[in-house]
T-cell receptor, first 110, second 114 residues
Framework: RKEVEQDPGPFNVPEGATVAFNCTYS??????FFWYRQDCRKEPKLLMS???SGNEDGRFTAQLNRASQYISLLIRDSKLSDSATYLC???????????FGTGTKLQVIP | DAGVTQSPTHLIKTRGQQVTLRCSPK?????VSWYQQALGQGPQFIFQ?????ERQRGNFPDRFSGHQFPNYSSELNVNALLLGDSALYLC???WGGGGGTEAFFGQGTRLTVV
């Protein structure tokens, strides 16, 4: 089993739709969680951290379920500019070993 | 405030050669991590440098080595290049050994081995 797993997609959704991605992780000692966004041939950029209580930033909501070992990202009212690959990142261990998922590709269609 | 800068942006090397990639962290950051991203894949962790020492290492062979300088900048060296080393190499900086803080990425160096 991979340390961090994501559905690679692509998720093709119309503008205005709500879309959700899940990411599962295998290391129960994982401590920090993030969602990054990566545009084609560009570097990943932090979208949001994921807190135990869940957190929201505008149209984006991230949640953590430690019992089931997954994090989720919900995007409401999708925009064309949301088209990108969304990477799940998990940190664990004393020096916070970082593991990326393979990413989920989102394509928002007009 | 300069972000993370990497050089060069693109590089073409021949199989068997050696390459050095460079990274300057974001101002105020002291930790540098290197990643390899093959096409269509997520970034794979190579190693992390903090206080001029390699603190963690991913599943990469000894052909991959690095260094961190007193000014926190870092180099990634790859010896005996293989065709499979062709990828985007990303440098990420953070503060205090990484911890729970988010990392900021440079634009990457795209390495092509022919």
């Amino acid at each position: 089993r991979k340390e961090v797993e994501q559905d690679p997609g692509p998720f093709n959704v119309p503008e205005g739709a709500t879309v959700a991605f899940n990411c599962t992780y295998s290391n129960s000692a994982s401590q920090s969680f993030f969602w990054y966004r990566q545009d084609c041939r560009k570097e990943p950029k932090l979208l949001m951290s994921v807190y135990s209580s869940g957190n929201e930033d505008g149209r984006f909501t991230a949640q953590l379920n430690r019992a089931s070992q997954y994090i989720s990202l919900l995007i409401r009212d999708s925009k064309l500019s949301d088209s990108a690959t969304y990477l799940c990142v998990v940190k664990a261990g004393g020096y916070q070993k970082v593991t990326f998922g393979t990413g989920t590709k989102l394509q928002v269609i007009p | 405030d300069a972000g993370v800068t990497q050089s060069p942006t693109h590089l073409i090397k021949t199989r068997g050669q050696q390459v050095t990639l460079r990274c300057s962290p974001k101002s105020g950051h002291d930790t540098v991590s290197w990643y390899q991203q093959a096409l269509g894949q997520g970034p794979q962790f190579i190693f992390q440098y903090y206080e001029e020492e390699e603190r963690q290492r991913g599943n990469f062979p000894d052909r991959f080595s690095g260094h961190q300088f007193p000014n926190y900048s870092s180099e990634l060296n790859v010896n005996a290049l293989l065709l499979g080393d062709s990828a985007l190499y990303l440098c990420a900086s953070s503060w205090g050994g990484g911890g729970g803080t988010e990392a900021f990425f440079g634009q990457g160096t795209r390495l092509t081995v022919v």
